[in-house]
């Protein structure tokens, strides 16, 4: 019991923590927690961005996709560069999911690879999402 309040408190410093630091777009996700869609709006017009968790062959281990929504094939593009002027707000936006994430499912494993050379793969569980969210903190992503 005191475990699951720990990671709700844990999920509520997280997540105010990155309202604060970064602005973000709100999301709409489903009642799984599992699917996460917001609207990227810049100069390019107005984009929809979703973030998808899908379980891997491990137990209990998940691996989200990150990208544009193509609205034609209902897949995610996650090499899709938009150039829309708000990668941080993105960015922030789609970190913010994890929070909520973890919070339906606390005992989860997040398994993360990039798209791009620099993100490597890494294993995020809450108990050590603090490490990880202060490691991207300190990237320099450019709008």
Not at 17 to 30: L, N
Not at 58 to 74: H, L, M, Q, R, S
Request: some cysteine; glycine content about 6%; hydrophobic content about 35%.
């Amino acid at each position: 019991m005191n475990e699951g309040r720990n990671n709700l408190i844990r999920y509520w410093y997280f997540h105010q923590k990155i309202k604060v630091t970064y602005s973000r777009y709100e999301y709409q996700a489903e009642d799984f927690m599992l699917f996460y869609e917001f609207i990227s709006i810049g100069p390019k017009g107005s984009i929809k961005k979703v973030v998808e968790y899908t379980a891997t062959s491990v137990e209990n281990v998940f691996n989200p996709a990150f990208g544009d929504y193509d609205e034609i094939t209902g897949l995610i593009n996650d090499k899709s560069i938009t150039n829309n002027g708000d990668s941080q707000k993105v960015l922030a936006t789609a970190a913010s999911t994890v929070y909520a994430f973890s919070a339906k499912y606390p005992n989860a494993w997040i398994y993360i690879t990039g798209s791009t050379k620099d993100l490597g793969a890494k294993f995020c569980s809450p108990k050590n999402l603090q490490k990880q969210i202060k490691f991207y903190q300190k990237r320099d992503f450019p709008n």
